[in-house]
């Protein structure tokens, strides 16, 4: 049975890459996201779904976004092997380890403290030691460890919030979906320069909110 699961996700695997590649995914970001088992950070209700592009649910009302948008934001960052980057919304930690293994360090931020735990388990057992975790009101980024050169914003804010443009560096870049949680949003990269904001509208989304605060658990 084993043997078949295995056969399995690597089938899906392999359609899933090529699936990738034909959007636009460069050959970098495929190779991670063939490497990196989805399986590990999906619940095991839906672990045969591990390699599907498609989100899925997590725990606390929350979802693994679809591995195309993964990469497809991943790609818009450009990142380099120096960077230091934020993450707003760890979630499931899928985001964080493909970040992690393109550049120096991240650092994630969660309101759900059953993520966090979780989503820390998961970097243990995959041996990644270059993400830093915390658990805070992401809206509000993470002032100490600022400038960023990049930040990824995993969860849906209004407008581009000023207080994480605020923390990256110049010529630093921040992608995410900006736009209500009842209608539509759009992924967007902004770029942050010597003479102001460009923000480029680059692709119609739908992710969950950006709440402020952090969320109570029973």
């Known amino acids: ?123 243990a057992t995959l041996n990644i030691h270059n993400i830093t975790t915390r658990f805070a009101d992401g809206s509000k980024g993470w002032q100490e460890q600022a400038p960023f050169d990049r930040i990824l914003m995993t969860a849906a804010a209004p407008e581009v919030p000023e207080a994480l443009v605020d923390q990256l560096k110049d010529d630093g870049v921040l992608v995410g979906p900006i736009g209500p949680e009842s209608a539509e949003q759009m992924i967007v990269r902004v770029r942050k320069t010597s003479t102001g904001i460009l923000r480029e509208d680059l692709m119609v989304t739908r992710f969950v909110p950006l709440v402020a605060g952090v969320a109570r658990e029973v």
């Open 1 to 123: 049975m084993a043997h078949s699961d295995m056969d399995g996700d690597s089938a899906q695997k392999i359609a899933l890459v090529m699936e990738l590649r034909s959007g636009g995914i460069d050959h970098k970001i495929l190779s991670i996201i063939e490497t990196m088992p989805r399986e590990v950070f999906v619940p095991p209700l839906f672990r045969n779904r591990a390699y599907e592009n498609a989100a899925l649910p997590i725990a606390s009302g929350q979802t693994i976004s679809q591995p195309y948008i993964v990469a497809y934001m991943t790609q818009l960052l450009d990142l380099g092997p120096r960077m230091k980057v934020l993450e707003i919304g760890t979630g499931s930690g899928y985001q964080a380890a493909v970040l992690a293994r393109l550049c120096r360090r991240v650092y994630t931020i969660e309101r759900y403290r059953t993520l966090i735990r979780d989503a820390e388990m998961r970097f």
